[in-house]
């Protein structure tokens, strides 16, 4: 883990880890990039909250009307009820609609929390722990657990949810934002999920899974 890491912020840039502080907005953005580009998810948001200019907003208008103003994020109407709900289950427990709370709770409260929430996976809790509140909680996402598998870091059977776990612990929490981008930006740029471009890989010596191996 320590030379894959290593090598990775070697071909990456490092970026600074700079958590927004903005929990319910890191929730609603991780929802909306679900099955779509960054670009659209990020034009989504931004046509989101200029349409309707509160969470008080979104939270009354009609699910028809908000996948309406999301819909260039893909699957409007799933992801449109469920930040409906969202907001509306926040609002029912705390008599406001706001997540800056979750900053006075530790790790493991604010994670449970997350989760009880309708539709609120791992890797969604864990998106808004790294990078709104500054938790070194590792998501993983298809592209973090594709390269892990090939790369022999969980074994291949192992279900993404448990990979959460697995990879969380051999990952130092310092290293966990750098290891979560550059492994993402990897699966893109060279761990395809289709025809892996292994002679390119930086990793390939290290790969149990590199077809480099076979020349």
């Not at 929802?31 to 309707?52: E, G, P, V, Y």
């Not at 790294?130 to 298809?142: A, E, I, K, R």
């Not at 310092?174 to 890989?201: L, T």
């Amino acid at each position: 883990m320590e030379r894959i890491i290593a090598l990775l912020e070697k071909e990456y840039d490092k970026r600074e880890w700079r958590p927004d502080g903005k929990p319910l907005a890191g929730l609603v953005r991780t929802i909306l990039s679900q099955n779509t580009s960054d670009t659209n998810s990020k034009r989504a948001f931004n046509i989101l909250m200029s349409a309707f200019g509160s969470w008080q907003a979104i939270a009354s208008a009609p699910v028809e009307h908000i996948a309406y103003a999301i819909r260039v994020g893909g699957l409007s109407r799933i992801k449109a009820v469920r930040i409906k709900q969202i907001l509306n289950e926040i609002e029912k427990e705390h008599g406001c609609i706001s997540l800056d709370f979750l900053s006075l709770l530790n790790v493991s409260e604010a994670k449970d929390y997350l989760m009880r929430l309708p539709g609120v996976g791992e890797k969604t809790a864990n998106c808004v722990l790294l990078f709104s509140l500054g938790n070194p909680c590792l998501p993983v996402d298809t592209h973090v657990f594709r390269v892990a598998k090939r790369l022999g870091l969980v074994e291949d059977k192992v279900s993404i949810e448990k990979a959460h776990y697995l990879l969380q612990q051999q990952v130092p929490p310092s290293k966990v934002y750098q290891f979560h981008i550059h492994m993402i930006e990897h699966g893109r740029k060279i761990c395809h999920a289709r025809n892996p471009e292994c002679d390119r890989c930086i990793l390939s010596n290290d790969c149990p899974s590199s077809s480099a191996h076979e020349r």
